[in-house]
């Protein structure tokens, strides 16, 4: 393949390798994420699971942001291995409670272990195993310092409406992987997932409700600040 279109792929790939080197590099060198035991073997739990657990530099930003709104709830949809539960533990207040949820019991078996032998005592996490929109309408309104979603795709526009009734005014929403590896921004045929991205990309924009900045950090981090202190 010549002419500009080979050589927009060959920019993009740069990005994307100096992107992955950045996140790394950042969470190394910058916001010490500690690649502690629990973090290492919750990732590879992740891998044989064929599961994407958040990056390093994700896993910095949750911190800081569990941090920044002193978060004594969180709700998270995707538990996965309880990588991501590990980051937004460490940030949260040292008596905050994560609920996560997760259509799959065994992962969250997995989860409970890591968070375990990262050094939280077990009433720091409720587990809830089922799919995220039959069980975020039983989660008590306005609860929640930060709501992070990593679960289906297809459900995000969804996730943003549970999200915006469960958080408190001055609470914070995020939603990992919103550049679905650059197929957001890719002007040719996409997927249904991906079409949902931007439109949840659209309306996080366009509502009144929300104060959004999107970080550049793993595969994009879409994060936004309920108003109405
Ligand atoms: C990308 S993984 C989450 C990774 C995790 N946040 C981490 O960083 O370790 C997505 C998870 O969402 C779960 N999931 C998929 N669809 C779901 C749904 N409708 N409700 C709840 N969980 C769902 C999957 O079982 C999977 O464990």
Redesign the pocket.
């Known amino acids: 393949m010549r002419g500009p279109r080979r050589q927009e792929r060959a920019i993009t790939g740069n990005r994307q390798t100096s992107w992955a080197f950045a996140d790394a590099y950042g969470a190394e060198h910058v916001e010490h994420v500690e690649h502690s035991a629990a973090l290492r073997w919750?990732?590879d739990r992740?891998r044989e699971?064929g599961?994407?657990?958040?990056s390093d530099g994700?896993?910095a930003a949750l911190r800081l942001l569990a941090a920044a709104v002193d978060a004594k709830a969180v709700a998270?949809?995707?538990?996965?291995?309880?990588?991501?539960?590990i980051?937004l533990l460490h940030g949260m207040r040292p008596d905050g409670v994560l609920t996560t949820?997760?259509?799959?019991p065994e992962?969250q078996q997995i989860?409970r272990q890591a968070f375990r032998a990262a050094g939280f005592a077990a009433n720091r996490a409720r587990f809830i195993p089922?799919?995220?929109?039959d069980?975020l309408p039983r989660l008590a309104d306005g609860g929640y310092d930060l709501v992070?979603c990593?679960?289906?795709r297809m459900?995000c526009l969804e996730y943003l409406g549970e999200s915006l009734r469960l958080l408190r005014p001055g609470g914070l929403v995020c939603f990992?992987?919103v550049f679905a590896d650059g197929r957001t921004v890719d002007t040719s045929a996409q997927p249904a997932e991906v079409l949902r991205l931007r439109e949840l990309l659209r309306t996080v924009r366009d509502s009144t409700a929300l104060l959004p900045s999107l970080l550049p950090v793993g595969d994009g981090l879409l994060c936004a600040v309920k108003r109405g202190r």
Do not use: K, M, Q, Y
């Open positions: 919750a990732r992740a699971a599961l994407r657990p958040v994700t896993g998270e949809i995707g538990t996965g291995t309880g990588v991501s539960g980051h949820v997760d259509t799959e992962c989860a089922g799919r995220a929109l069980v992070f990593d679960g289906d459900e990992e992987g």
